[in-house]
C-alpha cells in the first residue's frame, strides 16, 4: 500500500543539468559537455589574448587570469573570471556592469501554435522568439554558433514615449549605465553567434553614440570597426529646439574579424558578375538595370515618360523618378535606358559592368545629390544616408500604420528601406540575419522584401528575438500587437483571423514564406515530475536537431546543451 512508485522512465533525475558533476571527474575530459566546457574556456582565453595586443591587458594580469579561466569549474564562472581584467574600459569610463550567475531555473524555446503558420511547405521558414532576448541568445547558441552574418539591433536608449525630446538620457527610465550593462553581455554572446565574416549594426542616437561605440570598441576590437554611418531620419526642423534640431541617427557598424567581414560594396564575387548580361548588345559590354523610381517622392521628379513603344508611363504614387528630367534626357540619348526587350517596360537605369570598379576613386562620407546616379554595386560605400534614398521616421511610422490597420503600435520604427540598406551591402542570397531587439518586425519585412527582389535565389533567413512588454499602445504586448501581426500581413496578405482589410494588402503582393514562433519557457533543473522534467519538455527539433530516440541520448544532449542557458543576469 505504501509502496514506492517506480520512477518514469523517461524521467531521468534532472537535478545533473545544473551541475558540472554531470560525469565522475576522471572521465569529464572525454565527455562532450567537457568538450564544450574546454572549446568555451578557449575562446574566452583567445579573447583576453587578443586584449593584451590591443594593450588593453597588462601581459602579467592574463597569465594569472588564463590560470584562473583554466581552472574555472563552469563556463559560466570562466566568463565571470574574464570579466575581472575588464571592468575599466579603454576609452576611460566605466559603468556598473551586472555580473551573471547560475540559477535553477532552464530557459527553453517552446513552439507557440497560435502565432506560428505556414504559407508553403516548401517555403523558407523564418523565426520570431517571444521573450527576454538574454536567454534568447543563449538558446540560440546551441544552433546558430558562428552562423549568423548580419547582425542589426535598434536597442533601448531612452525613455520610449519621451523620444527625442527627453532632456538628458540620465532623466530617462533607461540610465546609460543601465544601457550599457544590458548591452555588455548581449554583445558577448552576439559575437559568438557571428560568422567569420559576420557584422553587426546598431542604430543610436546622439546623446549615447560616444558610449555604445566605447562598449562596441570593448567587445568586438577597436580595428574591426568599420563605419558609423550617419542616417537622416528627419527632414523638417523641429522648431521647439533651442539650438540645434537634430535630424539625424547614428549606425555603427563593426565586424567580427574586418579582414574577413564579407562587404558587397567593397568586393564583388562571381555570383554578382554572372547577373549582368548584354540583351541589345552594346558595344559598352555587358550590364545590369537597376529601379528609376524611388521613395518618398520628390516633386520636380514626377514626370511622364513615353517609352520607344509609345507607351506614357509615370512613377508608382508616392514615388519619383530618382533622376531630373535634365539628366534622364542625358541618359536616354546616351542610350543607358532600358525599356524591356519589347520597349514598352518600365524604364531602368544601365549600369556596365566595366565602370563598377574604377581605380583610384576614394570612398566619400557624403552621400550623392538625388540628380547625381547611384551606383549600389560599386565600391564606395557613403556613411551619410540621406531619407531620400533610405526613407525617414514619418515614413516608417506611415508605413507601419498601412500594415496594422492604422493602429499606432510603435513609437519610432525605423524605415524598411534603412535596414535593407544595410542588408543589402552585407548579405548573401542566403544570409542567416538576426535582430534581437526586433520591435516592431521591420528587419524581418526587409529581409522578405529582398528575398522578394532575388527571385529565386532569395533565401535569407530572418530570426527575431522581441518581448512582449505592455504599453498604453500595445495592451496585449508588443510581440502581439505588432511583431507578429506584421509580419503575419506581410507575409500572407492576412490577418490572423483570414481578414484582408488593411492598405498594405491592396497595393503589395504577400512577401511569402513560414514563420516559427517560439515563446521562452521555464523549467526548474530539479524537476522530477513524470512528463514534466527538462528531458522530457525541451523539443530538440527546435534547435536544428532530429528527433532523439533514446531517454540516454536525449539526456545527454540536454546536459550537454543547456546548462549555459541558466545564466542569469542579477
Given at each position: 500500500m505504501n509502496e514506492k512508485k517506480p520512477s518514469h522512465p523517461s524521467s531521468p533525475k534532472p537535478k545533473t543539468v545544473a551541475t558540472p558533476k554531470v560525469v565522475s571527474a576522471a572521465a569529464k575530459k572525454s565527455t562532450p559537455t567537457a568538450d564544450r566546457k574546454a572549446d568555451g574556456k578557449a575562446d574566452i582565453?583567445?579573447?583576453?589574448?587578443?586584449?593584451?595586443?590591443?594593450?588593453?591587458?597588462?601581459?602579467?594580469?592574463?597569465d594569472l587570469l588564463k590560470k584562473l579561466v583554466l581552472n574555472a569549474d563552469t563556463l559560466n564562472e570562466a566568463i565571470?573570471?574574464?570579466?575581472?581584467?575588464?571592468?575599466?574600459?579603454?576609452?576611460?569610463?566605466?559603468?556598473?556592469?551586472?555580473?551573471?550567475?547560475?540559477?535553477?531555473?532552464?530557459?527553453?524555446?517552446?513552439?507557440?501554435?497560435?502565432?506560428?503558420?505556414?504559407?508553403?511547405?516548401?517555403?523558407?521558414?523564418?523565426?520570431?522568439?517571444?521573450?527576454?532576448?538574454?536567454?534568447?541568445?543563449?538558446?540560440?547558441?546551441?544552433?546558430?554558433?558562428?552562423?549568423?552574418?548580419?547582425?542589426?539591433?535598434?536597442?533601448?536608449?531612452?525613455?520610449?514615449?519621451?523620444?527625442?525630446?527627453?532632456?538628458?538620457?540620465?532623466?530617462?527610465?533607461?540610465?546609460?549605465?543601465?544601457?550599457?550593462?544590458?548591452?555588455?553581455?548581449?554583445?558577448?554572446?552576439?559575437?559568438?553567434?557571428?560568422?567569420?565574416?559576420?557584422?553587426?549594426?546598431?542604430?543610436?542616437?546622439?546623446?549615447?553614440?560616444?558610449?555604445?561605440?566605447?562598449?562596441?570598441?570593448?567587445?568586438?576590437?577597436?580595428?574591426?570597426?568599420?563605419?558609423?554611418?550617419?542616417?537622416?531620419?528627419?527632414?523638417?526642423?523641429?522648431?521647439?529646439?533651442?539650438?540645434?534640431?537634430?535630424?539625424h541617427d547614428y549606425m555603427l557598424c563593426f565586424a567580427k574579424n574586418e579582414e574577413t567581414a564579407f562587404c558587397k560594396g567593397r568586393k564583388r564575387d562571381e555570383e554578382?558578375?554572372?547577373?549582368?548580361?548584354?540583351?541589345?548588345?552594346?558595344?559598352?559590354?555587358?550590364?545590369?538595370?537597376?529601379?528609376?523610381?524611388?521613395?518618398?517622392?520628390?516633386?520636380?521628379?514626377?514626370?511622364?515618360?513615353?517609352?520607344?513603344?509609345?507607351?506614357?508611363?509615370?512613377?508608382?504614387?508616392?514615388?519619383?523618378?530618382?533622376?531630373?528630367?535634365?539628366?534622364?534626357?542625358?541618359?536616354?540619348?546616351?542610350?543607358?535606358?532600358?525599356?524591356?526587350?519589347?520597349?514598352?517596360?518600365?524604364?531602368?537605369v544601365k549600369r556596365f559592368l566595366s565602370e563598377l570598379r574604377k581605380p583610384g576613386i576614394t570612398p566619400m562620407t557624403v552621400w550623392r545629390n538625388e540628380d547625381v546616379e547611384v551606383d549600389r554595386d560599386n565600391e564606395e560605400?557613403?556613411?551619410?544616408?540621406?531619407?531620400?534614398?533610405?526613407?525617414?521616421?514619418?515614413?516608417?511610422?506611415?508605413?507601419?500604420?498601412?500594415?496594422?490597420?492604422?493602429?499606432?503600435?510603435?513609437?519610432?520604427?525605423?524605415p524598411v528601406g534603412l535596414i535593407k540598406k544595410a542588408l543589402s551591402l552585407y548579405s548573401n542570397n542566403d544570409s542567416i540575419i538576426l535582430d534581437f531587439f526586433a520591435g516592431s518586425g521591420t528587419t524581418g519585412q526587409a529581409v522578405l522584401e529582398l528575398n522578394k527582389e532575388d527571385g529565386d535565389e532569395g533565401k535569407r533567413q530572418f530570426i527575431l528575438v522581441t518581448n512582449n512588454e505592455i504599453t498604453p499602445l500595445t495592451p496585449n504586448g508588443i510581440a502581439i500587437n505588432a511583431t507578429?501581426?506584421?509580419?503575419?500581413?506581410?507575409?500572407?496578405?492576412?490577418?490572423?483571423?483570414?481578414s484582408n482589410d488593411f492598405e498594405w494588402a491592396k497595393k503589395n503582393k504577400p512577401l511569402g514564406g513560414n514563420l516559427l514562433v517560439l515563446d521562452i519557457a521555464e523549467v526548474a533543473n530539479f524537476e522530477s515530475t513524470a512528463g514534466k522534467t527538462p528531458f522530457d519538455v525541451i523539443d530538440e527539433t527546435l534547435y536544428g536537431q532530429e528527433k532523439i530516440d533514446t531517454v540516454k541520448e536525449k539526456t545527454l544532449w540536454v546536459c550537454n546543451n543547456f546548462e549555459i542557458t541558466q545564466k542569469r543576469l542579477e
Open positions: 582565453i583567445a579573447d583576453l589574448e587578443k586584449r593584451v595586443a590591443d594593450k588593453i591587458l597588462e601581459p602579467n594580469n592574463f565571470m573570471i574574464a570579466e575581472l581584467g575588464t571592468t575599466y574600459k579603454r576609452t576611460g569610463f566605466h559603468f556598473d556592469k551586472r555580473l551573471e550567475k547560475l540559477g535553477d531555473t532552464i530557459r527553453y524555446f517552446k513552439k507557440n501554435t497560435e502565432l506560428s503558420f505556414g504559407t508553403d511547405k516548401d517555403a523558407l521558414t523564418h523565426k520570431l522568439i517571444i521573450g527576454d532576448n538574454y536567454p534568447a541568445l543563449l538558446n540560440l547558441l546551441i544552433e546558430y554558433k558562428g552562423r549568423v552574418d548580419v547582425i542589426y539591433i535598434d536597442p533601448p536608449y531612452g525613455k520610449d514615449y519621451m523620444g527625442y525630446f527627453a532632456k538628458t538620457n540620465y532623466e530617462n527610465a533607461i540610465t546609460r549605465d543601465n544601457l550599457l550593462s544590458m548591452l555588455y553581455p548581449r554583445l558577448l554572446l552576439a559575437k559568438r553567434l557571428l560568422s567569420d565574416s559576420g557584422v553587426i549594426f546598431c542604430s543610436i542616437d546622439d546623446r549615447n553614440m560616444a558610449y555604445v561605440r566605447g562598449l562596441f570598441d570593448e567587445v568586438f576590437g577597436e580595428s574591426n570597426f568599420i563605419a558609423s554611418i550617419v542616417w537622416e531620419r528627419a527632414f523638417a526642423p523641429i522648431s521647439l529646439k533651442r539650438h540645434f534640431s537634430v535630424s554578382a558578375d554572372n547577373r549582368y548580361t548584354n540583351p541589345d548588345n552594346d558595344p559598352r559590354g555587358v550590364w545590369s538595370s537597376d529601379n528609376l523610381s524611388v521613395g518618398p517622392a520628390v516633386e520636380e521628379n514626377i514626370y511622364p515618360i513615353t517609352t520607344p513603344g509609345g507607351r506614357v508611363v509615370t512613377p508608382p504614387k508616392g514615388r519619383s523618378w530618382s533622376l531630373s528630367k535634365s539628366v534622364f534626357a542625358e541618359k536616354r540619348n546616351d542610350n543607358r535606358i532600358w525599356f524591356g526587350s519589347d520597349g514598352n517596360g518600365v524604364p531602368r560605400i557613403l556613411t551619410l544616408w540621406k531619407y531620400e534614398e533610405v526613407g525617414h521616421s514619418q515614413d516608417a511610422t506611415k508605413a507601419l500604420k498601412s500594415i496594422l490597420s492604422g493602429e499606432k503600435c510603435f513609437e519610432y520604427p525605423k507578429s501581426k506584421r509580419l503575419k500581413r506581410v507575409m500572407t496578405g492576412k490577418c490572423y483571423d483570414e
